[in-house]
Nanobody, 118 residues
Framework: QVQLQESGPGLVKPSQTLSLTCTVSGGSITTNYYYWSWIRQPPGKGLEWIGYIKYTGTTYYNPSLKSRTSISRDTTNNQFSLQLSSVTPEDTAVYYC??????????WGQGTQVTVSS
């Protein structure tokens, strides 16, 4: 059973960079066909997919966020990370990391609240 856990600051100032890390246990982030995703949910809104990093290390981002997004991985520590630059209050959301496999998001972290405010 793959388990994921998000970590990072809960408060970020406008114009700064949001940085989160997802620690994975129960499975390797280099396992074939595993896609490691970041997803967020702003208050009162639906889920928004941010992007993923494949088991190969290739990344793909939501076009609406692509210019500000970077997803990377640390295979030694079995982690992957999100950086979202130039944040505004509209980036306030609960951020989730999740495993995409066999056409579904099968495992999710518990989510972490990030608030953008001065």
């Amino acid at each position: 059973q793959v388990q994921l856990q998000e970590s990072g600051p809960g408060l970020v100032k406008p114009s700064q960079t949001l940085s989160l890390t997802c620690t994975v246990s129960g499975g390797s982030i280099t396992t074939n066909y595993y896609y490691w995703s970041w997803i967020r949910q702003p208050p009162g809104k639906g889920l928004e997919w941010i992007g993923y990093i494949k088991y190969t290390g290739t990344t793909y981002y939501n076009p609406s966020l692509k210019s500000r997004t970077s997803i990377s991985r640390d295979t030694t520590n079995n982690q992957f990370s999100l950086q979202l630059s130039s944040v505004t209050p509209e980036d306030t959301a609960v951020y989730y990391c999740a495993l995409y496999l066999d056409r579904s998001f099968g495992s999710w972290g518990q989510g972490t609240q990030v608030t953008v405010s001065s």
